[in-house]
């Protein structure tokens, strides 16, 4: 069955970096879409950065306009991993993040990142 885990959350300093990591297991990973959300407290699931599925060796991707320049979403088909290199982080991005098949209603059970001032 398809299982998304992921892991790297943790509690940082405002400026700091964390990276995630989504390990995927049971579809075929290099031919689907996927996408890095986060829910903070009592807000709305938000869609930060989607990575298509790959094209020979370039991938598309796209961000949450507060996230541009200071995440970076990569993915590693041979590994069946997506990551999410989080730099100069803010207050503002204390969320639960979770990874996503873009198109398909597959959840991991999210990583907590707080990052406090």
């Known amino acids: 069955q398809v299982q998304l885990v992921e892991s790297g959350g943790g509690l940082v300093q405002a400026g700091g970096s964390l990276r995630l990591s989504c390990a995927a297991s049971?579809?075929?990973?290099?031919?689907?879409?996927m996408g890095w959300y986060r829910q903070a407290p009592g807000k709305q699931r938000e869609l930060v950065a989607h990575?298509?599925?790959?094209?020979?060796?370039?991938?598309?991707?796209n961000y949450l306009d507060s996230v541009k320049g200071r995440f970076t979403i990569s993915r590693d088909n041979a590994k069946n991993t997506v990551y999410l290199q989080m730099n100069n982080l803010k207050p503002e991005d204390t969320a639960v993040y979770y990874c996503?098949?873009?198109?398909?209603?597959?959840w991991g059970q999210g990583t907590q990142v707080t990052v406090s001032s």
């Open positions: 990575i298509g599925a790959s094209i020979g060796n370039s991938f598309t991707t």
């Open positions: 996503k098949i873009a198109g398909r209603d597959y």
């Open positions: 049971g579809f075929v990973f290099r031919l689907n879409a």
